[in-house]
């Protein structure tokens, strides 16, 4: 495993209009990001997914975690940085093929951080009619799906009481096609539960984002939808009542509408597989969009979830700037930001990718431009900087990640978004 320093910054050369910080490279002194190549040989395409792999250590000055996901030889993987900002491969690496049976992922898999542990969900096809999801911290276990091919969307949810678990944990449900189907941790049922969706017309809604949102005084997650008509046409974002987790009537089969009085919005963009629904908190969304490969049509956009008004409204204008794939949100306790990666975005006229990151307020919406733009110095054609991103805690303090091509970069001082982070600089 080789890491590479870059320089970020220089007082004196960032206060320059003719210099531009993220262009300097290879030099010594004080560095700002390093960038990591993949740490062995088990995977040829490193970094297809980025997530934390913990939450806050107990004193908030112990490094951070990163959970990194490689492709062509399906791994899971941990990079520990030290509070320093060293970092090391934790002897956890994982072939997921031979201890699980899963072959080459999509191009954009689904890993997700549980909201409230330190462990994470890789949900992916394992073959025939299953979805696994792959769960742990340290180390992944096996919860099989039975019934769906392939996962369009999943999200953590907290569903209410279900007639196999009556306090349920908070677990993964997952989307494919038209239907929802809960990832039971514990006391699975037999057959496997699902839900298939409808509007508020009963047509037929292809699930293409996840979420959960809890409306007070409930203490457990409804489930928001992003979504397509089957029959063609905008996408649609719907709130589904959270015991779609437990499956539908079975007999007759009786599909799940819209949750009442809660009405369904059109939204402006027919998102496509491996689109997203982040919950920024328990009532505002942040819907990010992309099309099928060959299509770079995509689309950023916050929306908020009204409980009293049971209202779905967008919060601003969206930011439709070609070729998102993927995004994170930064929240300090202050200040918000979205940080979004566009890994086929041309630098210096190479098709390298670059991550934007733009103001976010839960009450104005998106910044129309962004506040800083991302990319490598020494940028390389395909090099698919941003194609996944993560913000992670590091020594208390959150920092961003970005994935390239077998390449990681890990900012740990990015002004004027955050200052230095690691101790001893």
């Known amino acids: ?48 997914a980025l997530q934390r792999g913990r939450r806050m250590s107990p004193s ?75 769960t742990g911290s340290g180390g992944l276990l096996a919860h099989q799906v039975f019934g769906p091919e392939q996962p369009d969307a999943a999200t953590y949810m907290l569903p209410p009481p279900n007639t196999t678990q009556p306090t349920p944990p ?43 949102a809890r409306f007070a005084p409930s203490t457990t997650d409804d489930v928001l939808v992003w979504g397509v008509p089957k029959a063609g046409g905008m996408g649609k974002l719907i709130v589904y009542p959270g015991t779609v987790f437990g499956g539908c009537p079975t007999s007759p089969p009786t599909p799940q509408g819209p949750l009442a009085p809660w009405a369904p919005v059109e939204t402006p963009f027919a998102p496509s597989d ?6 920024v908190d328990a009532t505002h969304a942040l819907l990010v969009g992309h099309k099928e490969l060959g299509n770079i049509d995509s689309f950023l956009a916050l929306y908020r979830l009204d409980p009293a008004g049971k209202t779905i409204t967008m919060v601003g204008a969206p930011v439709t700037v070609q070729n998102l794939r993927t995004a994170a949100i930064y929240d300090d306790g202050t200040k918000k930001y979205v940080v979004a990666g566009y890994p086929t975005a041309l630098i210096d006229g190479v098709k390298s990718g670059q991550v934007s990151i733009y103001t976010l307020d839960l009450t104005a919406g998106i910044g129309s431009a962004p506040s800083l733009v991302l990319h490598d ?41 955050y200052g230095e982070t690691r101790t001893g600089r």
Do not use: H
């Open 274 to 279: 491996g689109s997203q629904i982040i919950m």
């Open 1 to 48: 495993m080789r890491t590479k320093l870059y320089l970020a910054a220089l007082a004196a050369l960032a206060a320059s209009p003719a210099c531009k910080w993220t262009e300097f490279d290879d030099l010594e002194g004080d560095t700002w990001v390093t960038a990591t190549d993949k740490p062995n040989g088990d995977s040829t395409d490193y970094g297809v």
């Open 60 to 134: 908030n000055t112990e490094g951070a975690r990163l959970v990194v996901i490689g492709n062509s030889q399906a791994q899971f993987t941990e990079l520990e940085y030290s509070a320093n900002g060293d970092v090391d491969l934790r002897p956890t690496a994982q072939k997921l093929n031979s201890q699980f049976g899963i072959g080459n992922l999509a191009i954009q898999p689904i890993l997700l951080a549980d909201p409230t542990t330190d462990e994470v969900s890789l949900v992916v096809n394992s073959g025939g009619q299953s979805i696994a999801v792959l």
């Open 170 to 212: 908070i677990q993964v449900l997952v989307g494919a096609d038209d239907a929802l189907y809960g990832a039971f941790v514990s006391n699975t049922p037999n057959p496997q539960p699902k839900c298939n969706v409808v509007d508020e017309a009963a047509a037929a809604i292809d699930v293409k984002g996840l979420g959960a």
């Open 377 to 417: 110095a020494q940028p390389d054609e395909e090099q698919q900087f941003g194609r996944a991103v993560a913000v992670t805690p590091f020594n208390g303090k959150p920092v961003i990640a970005v994935a390239a091509d077998n390449e990681i970069f890990m900012y740990f001082r990015l002004d004027p978004i």
